[in-house]
């Protein structure tokens, strides 16, 4: 599953945009938050890796603005364990391995959208990075 | 007294590591081992228990030595990447402290990375400037060091290892940065340091076996123990460790600079002491637990010496990942790392097992009997409860004209807003009010703010004068746990003490 963030403008808004593409792509699409009023607004969802990349693009042929909010990245070089980064997720994506290793489940994190974690680490191991709306589907693709 | 089977000497455990058949535990293992076949057994079998920590130990640093350039330099103030590291001695001995700033990346890069970045070999900027004298007449030097060109390089720990450590929350609405790291608002996270059982001061809590010139595990290489560390306090357990080793042989994964968001930097060091097993005692107290091991809840939103505390957890809790504070459920982790702390009580074993590693006894014993005093304060400072006065309040269903009234004949600005047991609902100002009247608006609602910043009775005023500052406001509502309103600060009070 990938996330995106999907931006409607004020014209945009009065358009079920979203329930078309749903049914034409038949898209399992999981509505993590939205936040939409008249003038706009945001909806965070999950949809399969293997349509990312058409269900974006069917959005932004709409004029929708979506942004994949890449994962946060753990440099495990830099990650000694410490584990001050756990308690602070507020989806509990970072747990304690058997070995009192620090893992981050990139199915469950938030992404760059959240980075509650980031600046807590004294490794400085956590980065978020936010991408540019053209081509992050292609290089999630890459990945 | 001594009777032969019940001791054994470190002469004795040192002739069998040379041979080869010293029996060694780490402290994780020396637990099973007495729950499952009990002390004695383990006594009889148990030589030496390895123990371990890697935590962020602020009061850490390195001593180094550059010796003398050409023509000479009495160095007076010196930066390394950056960082301004001390300069205690003659002309070119400089302490490399672990928690100084760089001043080009404050709170990311500090001494403690400096001091990792020249243990890893790397290459290392030197700046320094002086006034000159006729022996050291030079006034400004710039070069690259790295650890080879260095005469000495010794890591020098003046309070390492804490025995425990507090376990920290925060009460307030605010997201703090702590030396305990990032804290959310209303208890949402807790924090805790230390190993707990695996800690070395821990398993020999008498200090039997401990002091200067016990050799040591440090950063990786091999060091001493040279004394009791500095706010040693072994009578309620916060026992410290002063430490001293070669930096040249030390290794980059057991010293690595920390960064601290809003607090700054440190150095994180892995510190394993091994205890021989020279009693039965001994084998009793290294089988302690974590479950014996308690330690303070402890609220970090309050900036005094005496912070409020919550109860007690054990290090058994501390580890499971959620404690228990006024009865709510909150989520915990580590700041040191409990991998690490492992790896190091398994490689000081592992170094005995293949005889590179021999204990000491130490010459003296440190101490058991030392008190950590606060310190001696010749002047007051106030706080907010020393100035705090009577609030002129009013409740919501009132009407603006009689606030407005109120605001003439108390001659003042700021009306905190109560219900009907006094606690805190909102604030309205003289402004708010002109404003009001001038938009011909009728009802306190509309013009109220709901959003107030408050202040607590026994927090320092400059702490309250600092928010008020922060938040472009002149006076701050004094409100007690339960929201009560227990008086008012304003800017004019602060002005009139600390005379800003
Ligand atoms: S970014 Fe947020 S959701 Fe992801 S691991 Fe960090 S705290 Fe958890
Ligand atoms: S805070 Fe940083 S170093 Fe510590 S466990 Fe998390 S990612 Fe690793």
């Known amino acids: 599953m990938a996330r995106i963030l999907i931006r409607f403008n004020e014209e945009q808004v009065a358009e079920p945009i979203a329930s078309q593409i749903i049914i034409e792509y038949k898209v399992p699409m999981a509505i993590l938050s939205a936040h939409i009023n008249s003038k706009g607004g945001e909806i965070l969802a999950e949809v399969p890796d293997d349509i990312l990349e058409k269900v974006v693009n069917a959005f932004r042929q709409r004029g929708v603005s979506v942004t994949v909010p890449k994962l946060i990245e753990v440099d495990s070089d830099k990650c000694f364990s410490c584990g001050s980064c756990i308690a602070l997720c507020p989806v509990e994506a970072i747990s304690l391995a058997k070995d009192c290793s620090v893992e981050f489940d990139k199915e469950k994190c938030l992404g760059s959208t959240c980075s509650v974690c980031v600046d807590a680490c004294p490794a400085r191991a956590i980065k978020s990075i936010k991408q540019n709306n053209s081509d992050s589907a292609n290089r999630e693709k890459k990945r | ?500």
């Open chain 2, 1 to 500: 007294m001594s009777n032969p089977s019940k001791t054994r000497t470190v002469e004795e455990i040192n002739q069998k590591i040379r041979k080869g058949d010293a029996q060694v535990l780490t402290a994780e293992e020396m637990k099973k081992l007495v729950e499952s076949s009990g002390v004695e057994v383990a006594f009889k079998e148990v030589d030496v228990v390895t123990t371990g920590t890697f935590g962020a130990m602020c009061s850490s640093g390195a001593i180094v030595n550059l010796g003398h350039s050409d023509p000479p330099i009495k160095i007076e103030h010196a930066w390394m990447n950056d960082v301004e590291v001390c300069h205690p001695g003659a002309a070119v001995d400089l302490f490399i402290g672990a928690t100084n700033m760089s001043e080009k990346q404050p709170y990311e890069y500090g001494g403690g990375h400096v001091i990792q970045d020249l243990v890893a070999g790397k290459e290392v900027e030197l700046r320094a400037t002086s006034y000159g004298t006729d022996c050291y007449p030079r006034t400004a030097l710039k070069t690259i060091i790295t650890k080879e060109d260095l005469n000495q390089f010794y890591l020098l720990n003046f309070r390492n290892c804490y025995q425990r450590y507090n376990c920290a929350v925060n009460s307030s609405d605010e997201t703090i940065y702590t030396y305990m790291s990032k804290l959310l608002p209303r208890f949402r996270n807790a924090t805790f340091s230390g190993a707990g059982e695996l800690n070395p001061l821990m398993n020999d809590p008498d200090y039997e076996t401990m002091g200067m010139g016990t050799r040591i595990f440090l950063g990786g290489g091999q060091g001493y123990i040279i004394g009791e560390g500095t706010q040693h306090s072994p009578k309620n357990l916060n026992g410290t460790l002063m430490v001293k080793g070669d930096a040249k042989k030390m290794s980059p994964e057991f010293l690595q600079g920390g960064a601290f968001t809003g607090y700054g930097t440190s150095m994180y060091v892995g510190l394993g002491v091994p205890i021989p097993i020279l009693n039965e005692g001994l084998a009793r107290k290294t089988a302690i637990q974590d479950k014996d091991i308690l330690t303070d809840i402890v609220d970090y939103s309050v900036p005094r010496r005496d912070r409020p505390k919550f109860g007690q957890v054990s290090y058994k809790e501390l580890k499971s990942g959620a404690i228990t504070v006024n009865g709510k459920k909150v989520r915990v982790s580590s700041l040191s790392s409990l991998k690490m702390a492992k790896k190091v009580s398994q490689t000081l074993k592992s170094w005995i097992d293949e005889g590179s590693f021999f204990l000491t006894s130490p010459v003296e014993r440190l101490p058991t009997t030392t008190v950590f005093k606060p310190m001696r304060q010749t002047e007051e400072i106030p706080f907010v409860y020393s100035v705090m006065h009577k609030a002129v309040t009013c409740t919501e269903d009132e009407e603006i004209q009689a606030i407005a009234k109120r605001i003439v004949t108390k001659s003042v600005n700021h009306i905190v807003v109560v219900d009907e047991t006094g606690r805190l609902k909102g604030i309205v100002t003289s402004w708010d009010i002109t404003r009001a009247m001038a938009e011909g608006k009728k009802a306190l609602a509309d013009i109220e703010s709901h959003n107030v910043v408050t202040a607590k009775p026994d927090e320092p005023l400059e702490i309250a004068s600092k928010r008020m500052a922060q938040h472009n406001i002149s006076a701050l509502p004094v409100i007690d746990i339960e929201k009560k309103v227990l008086g008012i600060v304003t800017s004019e009070d602060v002005s009139e003490l600390l005379g800003r």
